[in-house]
């Protein structure tokens, strides 16, 4: 099996051996400790990968991105598609959920997120290491616009849908809090944002807290929705009223049909 992925992967039985855990994710083996040799902890080595930003190498096919799950959650099969998400049967940690390839910046794929199609936890995988805090979702597509003036919401689903509304430059947090380093991200590229968060207590409470802290560096409007309301619950419509009610200036955001 090693020389197999070796050639087919032209690399080293080594690299092939740390492709293969990190597929069907199983913890590489290590031998016993050594007199006189010092292993670097775990904690380090996945602080060494975080700072590394390595990229996958490899996709997961097929998928199936017209999958009952997709269209339960209203994403049609060519948003789904266009993001390179769907439902995935082959081998591997992530057989049997929604896979959502992640990208950085430059568009190189990080890793790959599983959504388990009946919220039997854990509801979302990522891979052991992997840095959500340096990353924003869709940010690559969203950069690809030239607009000056971007959406952020919080999860892969939030973002699939308002993109499908016609608002493309939209990313996703992965969460409701931002790091320094997606602060970062946000700022270098864009002049305004708009924060539209879940409606529930953590988004409100999210939202303040990074309108706070974007205010002196960009434009910043928090966008508020009813209470437990989220994105990824709004059909096209309702994210374009929403929008309204906070911009009436609506062109500004690009609209797509």
Request: proline share 5%; charged share 20%.
């Given at each position: ?7 087919v992967?032209?690399?080293s039985?080594?690299?092939a051996a ?8 199983v913890?590489?083996w ?19 990968r975080?700072s590394?930003?390595?990229t ?5 096919r097929?998928?199936d991105?017209?999958?009952a ?11 789904a598609?266009?993001f390179?998400?769907g ?7 992530l ?24 919220g ?10 992997f ?15 030239g607009?000056?003036?971007?959406i ?6 939030d ?9 493309r430059c939209?990313?996703g947090l992965?969460?409701?809090s931002?790091s ?11 002049r305004?944002?708009?924060l539209?968060?879940?409606?529930d ?17 960009c ?8 209470l ?5 619950q709004?059909?096209a ?5 929403v929008?309204?009610?906070?911009y ?6 690009e609209?797509?049909?």
């Amino acid at each position: 099996m090693l020389d197999l992925v070796a050639r087919v992967e032209r690399c080293s039985l080594r690299q092939a051996a740390l492709w293969l855990a990190e597929w069907f994710g199983v913890e590489p083996w290590a031998p016993p400790s050594v007199p006189g040799v010092c292993r670097r902890p775990t904690t380090e080595r996945i602080r060494e990968r975080e700072s590394s930003g390595a990229t996958l190498r490899f996709t997961l096919r097929p998928i199936d991105s017209a999958h009952a799950y997709l269209k339960q959650r209203g994403v049609q099969a060519e948003t789904a598609a266009h993001f390179g998400v769907g439902y995935y049967a082959g081998p591997g940690l992530l057989q049997g959920r929604v896979v959502i390839p992640i990208h950085n910046d430059r568009g190189q794929l990080l890793a790959y997120a599983g959504r388990s199609l009946d919220g039997a936890a854990p509801k979302y995988k990522l891979p052991t290491g992997f840095a959500k805090s340096r990353v924003l979702f869709n940010l690559h597509r969203a950069m690809a616009h030239g607009r000056d003036r971007v959406i952020v919401v919080e999860g892969f689903f939030d973002c699939m849908k308002v993109h499908q509304a016609g608002l493309r430059c939209v990313v996703g947090l992965m969460g409701c809090s931002l790091s320094a380093h997606q602060e970062a991200l946000l700022v270098e590229r864009f002049r305004s944002v708009a924060l539209l968060l879940d409606g529930d207590s953590a988004g409100q409470q999210g939202s303040r807290l990074i309108a706070d802290r974007l205010r002196h560096q960009c434009d910043v409007e928090i966008v508020k929705l009813a209470l437990g309301q989220q994105p990824d619950q709004l059909a096209a419509p309702q994210i374009h009223r929403v929008l309204v009610r906070h911009y009436p200036a609506h062109d500004s955001f690009e609209i797509v049909e």
